[in-house]
Each structure stands twice: as structure tokens, then as C-alpha cells.
């Protein structure tokens, strides 16, 4: 399968096909990120300080869990999905379930500019054609989806970690994004770098669990849906020409 | 002050002030409108049966309220602001702190094409440019929004629902929105008409309430920040220059 994948281009029409693929392909692939109510996940200038350095002296309404035993068994729902217990916004709880990562190179930028490396136990992927193979030791550079998706398959991953706007949209655009929590933060930011947008094909979704966070976050978690109906009514198969 | 705001031309530059228009002008600014989760209003062929006609095949959790009691006395809060018990998503709670509607032509028309006109009761401003000024006996029509706060105010108006998306990002850069509810819907719509984006100013907000409802909808309840701290900090009108 993933050769195959290596030796054709990438393209919207395969979309459904492309979901075809996901349910063989072993791995669940993983969402979780942070945008203004406005769906920005930085500024322009690459700044997210408005999310992680909120301003405290604005009382939210405290963390709590909006669907607490709503989320019972999943139909269909794949190795390394969320468990019931699991709430909206539960990073480590996310994070207990992720064996790799793969990020753009802005996403890696940033967190390589970070004190401390944050995975220093989990094998990082790094979408790149321009950094060298031999950058970062602690990363692996992958040129393409497709090359990436065949290093997560030859490793047997389990549940990936997918990082960063352009990252996440081609995932999403490949059906490769099972599970999808997007966390918004109080502020209209007006301009920066979007999440979605750009006439990705349509997706429904199933709210699996919401929940806010401190700092006036709503967390939402999702199954990105991939059935028979959808595929027929409302995917980007159907719809993109 | 509704004379002035006439006379005035509308810039970017004038939020601030606006903001303390907004302060005085007696009347709340209430959006409550409903996205994808991409943050589509509705398709670029203006349809909404994604939003209308959900697919009920798909369970999502059920109704539920996320911060139940956590809204208390809301420090400033505005005549017509919602009251502690009111949940995020509770429209009837909503439509009875309303006595004025503001949409733009487009939600005009869309309303106008319903077997019944929903809102008797209400008096409804209609902005539009291209409108004659006797269109329909049913509403009044605005040339501009300056027209439209000035009969709000003339009209002693106490809660004040704006809708349509061009109308709720004009009245959001102008300081008339107080209160915001988004409500996202389960899917992902790739492209159609956005509620946010074009760099409007930056705009805190704080998270009053949250709630899950039928279909998957994640509702979240704002009051639009202007406080002094907001106005030096992240407002657009010190970082508009």
C-alpha cells in the first residue's frame, strides 16, 4: 500500500479513495489544536502568546466537561481512539495515546526553539523539501504526505500526533485525520495564519466530547466520519469535479 | 451621539471611541449565529441544509449544559445581558431579552422567503444599499450602520440582534457587539461564506457559558471585552495603524 501511495500524485479526486486507504492503514490519525474563535492559529507574525500567555485578570467559567459518560462505545471506533472516559481537551490523556509525531517545519521551528525538546521519547516527523535529511537528529524529514505515511506505516504506528495548519489540512485533505480536537480561545484575532479554509472537500463530523478549559478555552473533539453515507452525500468526492 | 456617529465618516481607526459609543449607547449588541467548524456561515451557493437538515444518523452526545452555576454576577454586564441561569445556545432565553433585529439583505432575503415571517413582533432594520426605502412594510431599511444605530437609539432600543454575517462583522469592527454566541456545527465545509476574517480588528472576549445541543452543536456565549486593560492591549485600535 504504500508504495503505491509513494508512486501517485497527490490530488483531490482520490479523496474518497484516500478514505478508502485510511481505514487499512493501521494508524489513527490525531488532532489537537489551538485557534482564536476566529479559527487563526497565530498571528501573522507566527505570535501565540495570546494563547499561551493568557490574560488572567479575566474571569471564565471554570474546566469542565460538557458530555461526561456521553461518549460511550464507538461504533467503528479505531485502535487508539479516545476511551469514553477521555474528555475533550485532556492533553495527557492524548498524549498517552500517541506514538509518533508528524509536524510542518514552522510547527518544528517553533518547538525546536523551545528550551527543552518536547519529545524526547517519541519519533518526530517532520514535513520538510527544504530542510537537509540530516538537520536534527532527533527528527525524521519526510518530503511529502506520502513519504510520511510510509514511514508511519513501516513503524507500525499507532496513534499520530499531526501538528501545524498546512499540516493538518493536507492530512485532512488526504483522509488521514481520524479524530480532530480544536480548542478555541477567547479572542477575535482579525487576521493571521488560518486553520482551515483554502476549499478543502467537505467532512462531516461526530462531536464526540466537549468540554472548556481554564482561560476560557471550549474544547471539541470529533471523529472525522468516513461511512458509506458520508462518502455519498456530503465528501469532497462527490462535490469536487 | 446618534447625530454624530451620521455625520461621521466609518474608519478603523475610530474603534476605541466607538467602543466607549458603545458604553453609552444604551442598547446591547447580541450576535448568535451558527458556523461549520471551519467557520462557514453557509455555502458559497448560500445553503445551509448542512446546518438545517442535520444528518440524524450520526449520534452525538446529548444536550448539555457545560457551566452551569459558573456564570454568576457578571461584573459590568449590560442591560439586556443574559442572566446567570441562561445557558449558551438557549435561543428562546435569548429571543426574550430581544426587542430589535439588525440583519443585512442577504439574511433579509432568505427570511423573507420563510412561509411565515418569523419576527411579528419585532421591529427589524434591514441594511442595505440597494433596497428601496418602502421594500416591505415588515421592516425598516438602513442605508448604512450609522442609520441603523441612530434609529436603535431613536427607538430606545434595550437588546439588539444582529445577523448575517457581513452585518455581524460590520457591527463587531463599529463596538456594537456585546454579547457573541457561535454555535459550530458538526462539519467541515472547505469553503463557502466566512462569519470572521478581512483584519478586523482584534477583540477580547470572555467565555460566559458553553453547552452542547442537538446535532452535535457546540454553542459558546462571549461578552465582547472593552475594558481599559483590552483597549491598550490587544484592541484594533492600537495595533491598527
Same mark, same amino acid.
Given at each position: 500500500m504504500s508504495s503505491r501511495r509513494q508512486n501517485r500524485p497527490v490530488s483531490p479526486a482520490r479523496t474518497a479513495e484516500n478514505g478508502r486507504y485510511a481505514a487499512a492503514r493501521g494508524w489513527t490519525g490525531i488532532v489537537f489544536i489551538a485557534t482564536s474563535l476566529d479559527g487563526f492559529i497565530a498571528r501573522g507574525n507566527n505570535t501565540i502568546e495570546w494563547l499561551t500567555e493568557p490574560d488572567t485578570t479575566v474571569t471564565h467559567p471554570g474546566d469542565a466537561a460538557?458530555?461526561? *459518560? +456521553?461518549?460511550?462505545?464507538?461504533?467503528?471506533?479505531?485502535?487508539?481512539?479516545?476511551?469514553?472516559?477521555? #474528555?475533550?481537551? %485532556?492533553?495527557?490523556?492524548?498524549m498517552a495515546r500517541v506514538d509518533h509525531l508528524v509536524m510542518g517545519r514552522n510547527t518544528y521551528e517553533t518547538v525546536a526553539g523551545f528550551p527543552e525538546w518536547p519529545y524526547p521519547e517519541t519519533p518526530v516527523i517532520v514535513l520538510s523539501t527544504s530542510l537537509p535529511r540530516d538537520a536534527d537528529a532527533r527528527v525524521t524529514i519526510a518530503g511529502s504526505?506520502?513519504?510520511?505515511?510510509?514511514?508511519? @506505516?513501516? #513503524?507500525? #504506528?499507532?496513534?499520530?500526533?499531526?501538528?501545524?495548519?498546512?499540516?493538518?489540512? +493536507?492530512?485532512?485533505?488526504?483522509?488521514?485525520? %481520524?479524530?480532530?480536537?480544536? @480548542?478555541?480561545?477567547?479572542? /477575535?484575532?482579525? @487576521?493571521?495564519?488560518?486553520?482551515?479554509?483554502? *476549499?478543502?472537500?467537505?467532512?462531516?463530523?461526530? /462531536? %464526540?466530547?466537549?468540554?472548556?478549559?481554564?482561560? *476560557? /478555552?471550549?474544547?471539541?473533539?470529533?471523529?472525522?466520519l468516513r461511512d458509506d453515507a458520508g462518502a455519498g452525500r456530503g465528501s469532497g468526492a462527490t462535490l469536487r469535479k
Amino acid at each position: 500500500m504504500s508504495s503505491r501511495r509513494q508512486n501517485r500524485p497527490v490530488s483531490p479526486a482520490r479523496t474518497a479513495e484516500n478514505g478508502r486507504y485510511a481505514a487499512a492503514r493501521g494508524w489513527t490519525g490525531i488532532v489537537f489544536i489551538a485557534t482564536s474563535l476566529d479559527g487563526f492559529i497565530a498571528r501573522g507574525n507566527n505570535t501565540i502568546e495570546w494563547l499561551t500567555e493568557p490574560d488572567t485578570t479575566v474571569t471564565h467559567p471554570g474546566d469542565a466537561a460538557l458530555t461526561a *459518560g +456521553a461518549v460511550a462505545a464507538i461504533p467503528g471506533a479505531r485502535r487508539r481512539a479516545a476511551g469514553p472516559g477521555e #474528555a475533550a481537551g %485532556d492533553y495527557a490523556g492524548l498524549m498517552a495515546r500517541v506514538d509518533h509525531l508528524v509536524m510542518g517545519r514552522n510547527t518544528y521551528e517553533t518547538v525546536a526553539g523551545f528550551p527543552e525538546w518536547p519529545y524526547p521519547e517519541t519519533p518526530v516527523i517532520v514535513l520538510s523539501t527544504s530542510l537537509p535529511r540530516d538537520a536534527d537528529a532527533r527528527v525524521t524529514i519526510a518530503g511529502s504526505v506520502a513519504e510520511a505515511t510510509d514511514l508511519l @506505516s513501516r #513503524a507500525r #504506528a499507532g496513534g499520530v500526533y499531526i501538528d501545524g495548519g498546512q499540516t493538518v489540512r +493536507a492530512f485532512l485533505e488526504e483522509g488521514l485525520v %481520524d479524530e480532530l480536537t480544536v @480548542s478555541r480561545a477567547p479572542i /477575535l484575532l482579525g @487576521s493571521g495564519l488560518p486553520l482551515f479554509g483554502g *476549499g478543502a472537500p467537505e467532512q462531516r463530523l461526530r /462531536l %464526540d466530547a466537549a468540554a472548556t478549559g481554564p482561560n *476560557g /478555552l471550549v474544547h471539541a473533539r470529533y471523529t472525522v466520519l468516513r461511512d458509506d453515507a458520508g462518502a455519498g452525500r456530503g465528501s469532497g468526492a462527490t462535490l469536487r469535479k
